[in-house]
Structure formats: structure tokens, C-alpha cells
């Protein structure tokens, strides 16, 4: 496992309001550079901001967590919203001096705005970006998610696995799931050999079914 920063936990009672069901953010080297721009809001330029990133890489649990903390003004999805409400909205939090924040999956010229007033407005605004996940924010999602399932994760497996698994937030998502399952399957803690099949998209050795820990 290649050596990177620890990741940290933003402290959501002390820094953000949590909002419910959507527990922790983990801040890593992939989104501090976003979290730390939207601490900094007021001194944007104008008062949106574009945020763009990988779908179920946190983008929109940031962006609630933002609105929470702001009072101001969340537009998801950008892509599939109208673009008339948008450059209203835009126009209406430099008005109230409340802020905006847009998500999208590109920016322009990549997101395709055929509105030239809203494209302008966009292309003004600050854009802040989620990276790819880095390794230790892939360990601590998966430490987190299967560690909620109940499925405690030693610090081998997370080793082996963090360099190898594809580099994808859906990606590393999915594969938290087949092991889920893999695990309820087997009714045993997971162990190295059952995540080196998964991984492999192998069946999980008879040892393994028999729920002896190898």
C-alpha cells in the first residue's frame, strides 16, 4: 500500500451541522481542496460555486452539509435541471448574497449549457473539484461501510486490497457489496483468501464456505 496523508473525519458537530442519516465526510487528499474552498465561501467572487466529481464520491452529502451549515442554496444534478432555474438561482444569490452551489458531473465546456448568459455565469464561478479516491480514503470507506454492517476489516486486507481495486468511487462501492454479501453468505468474518477471490471474480474456496478462518 502506497504511503499517503491519514485521512481525517470532519468533526460534523463542531464544523457542520449533521444532517440526518448521512453520518461522517471523510476528508482525504481526493476532497480537501473542495471542503476547504467551501469553508471559504465568502470569498468567492460571486457567490456560487461549481462542484464537480465522480457520482458517489460524497459530492452530494457535501453539498447538503454545506447548505446546512450556509443556509444557502443547493442545485443537484445540474445537468438534468432547467437551465432558466439555474441562472435564476445563480442571479438570486448574488442578490440576497447567499450562496449557491451547483453540482455537476462536468464543467463547461464539457456539460453542454446552451444558454449563453447561464454558461458565462458558470464559467465565472469558482469550480471545485472532487478527485478520484486516493488509498487511504478507499480504506476508510471501506473500514466504515463494512464496519457498519458489522463486518470488521483487518489492516492486511486493507492493505492488499487499496492498491489493486479500481480507483472508482462506484467501483469500490460495488465491490464493498460483494463481499457484504460473500460474508452473509458464509456467516464468518472476512477474511484474506475470500477477498482475493472476490477480487480474482473466482468462487471462494471450500475452506472459506465452511466458515474456517484462514
Same mark, same amino acid.
Given at each position: 500500500?502506497?504511503?499517503?496523508?491519514?485521512?481525517?473525519?470532519?468533526?460534523?458537530?463542531?464544523?457542520?451541522?449533521?444532517?440526518?442519516?448521512?453520518?461522517?465526510?471523510?476528508?482525504?487528499?481526493?476532497?480537501?481542496?473542495?471542503?476547504?474552498?467551501?469553508? *471559504?465561501?465568502?470569498?468567492?467572487?460571486?457567490?456560487?460555486?461549481?462542484?464537480?466529481?465522480?457520482?458517489?464520491?460524497?459530492?452530494?452529502? *457535501?453539498?447538503?452539509?454545506?447548505?446546512?451549515?450556509?443556509?444557502?442554496?443547493?442545485?443537484?444534478?445540474?445537468?438534468?435541471?432547467?437551465?432558466?432555474?439555474?441562472?435564476?438561482?445563480?442571479?438570486?444569490?448574488?442578490?440576497?448574497?447567499?450562496?449557491?452551489?451547483?453540482?455537476?458531473?462536468?464543467?463547461?465546456?464539457?456539460?453542454?449549457?446552451?444558454?449563453?448568459?447561464?454558461?458565462?455565469?458558470?464559467?465565472?464561478?469558482?469550480?471545485?473539484?472532487?478527485?478520484?479516491?486516493?488509498?487511504? *480514503?478507499?480504506?476508510?470507506?471501506?473500514?466504515?461501510?463494512?464496519?457498519?454492517?458489522?463486518?470488521?476489516?483487518?489492516?492486511?486486507?486493507?492493505?492488499?486490497?487499496?492498491?489493486?481495486?479500481?480507483?472508482?468511487?462506484?467501483?469500490?462501492?460495488?465491490?464493498?457489496?460483494?463481499?457484504?454479501?460473500?460474508?452473509?453468505?458464509?456467516?464468518?468474518?472476512?477474511?484474506?483468501?475470500?477477498?482475493?477471490?472476490?477480487?480474482?471474480?473466482?468462487?471462494?474456496?471450500?475452506?472459506?464456505?465452511?466458515?474456517?478462518?484462514?
Amino acid at each position: 500500500m502506497t504511503s499517503s496523508p491519514p485521512v481525517t473525519q470532519m468533526a460534523l458537530p463542531l464544523i457542520w451541522p449533521e444532517p440526518e442519516n448521512d453520518g461522517d465526510f471523510i476528508v482525504s487528499d481526493a476532497n480537501n481542496i473542495a471542503v476547504e474552498q467551501l469553508r *471559504l465561501w465568502q470569498k468567492w467572487p460571486v457567490k456560487s460555486a461549481l462542484l464537480t466529481g465522480m457520482r458517489k464520491s460524497g459530492r452530494s452529502l *457535501l453539498g447538503r452539509l454545506f447548505v446546512a451549515r450556509t443556509g444557502g442554496e443547493l442545485i443537484d444534478n445540474a445537468e438534468r435541471r432547467s437551465e432558466e432555474f439555474i441562472f435564476h438561482a445563480w442571479n438570486r444569490a448574488e442578490r440576497l448574497k447567499r450562496p449557491l452551489l451547483v453540482i455537476a458531473d462536468q464543467p463547461p465546456p464539457l456539460w453542454k449549457i446552451r444558454l449563453p448568459d447561464l454558461r458565462s455565469r458558470m464559467i465565472a464561478s469558482p469550480h471545485l473539484v472532487i478527485k478520484a479516491p486516493d488509498d487511504s *480514503l478507499i480504506a476508510a470507506l471501506i473500514e466504515r461501510r463494512l464496519g457498519r454492517r458489522g463486518l470488521p476489516v483487518s489492516t492486511e486486507i486493507l492493505e492488499w486490497v487499496t492498491p489493486r481495486i479500481e480507483h472508482n468511487y462506484i467501483a469500490v462501492l460495488d465491490w464493498i457489496d460483494k463481499l457484504d454479501q460473500a460474508a452473509l453468505k458464509r456467516r464468518g468474518p472476512i477474511t484474506l483468501n475470500m477477498v482475493r477471490a472476490i477480487m480474482a471474480g473466482e468462487e471462494i474456496p471450500d475452506e472459506e464456505r465452511r466458515g474456517r478462518k484462514i
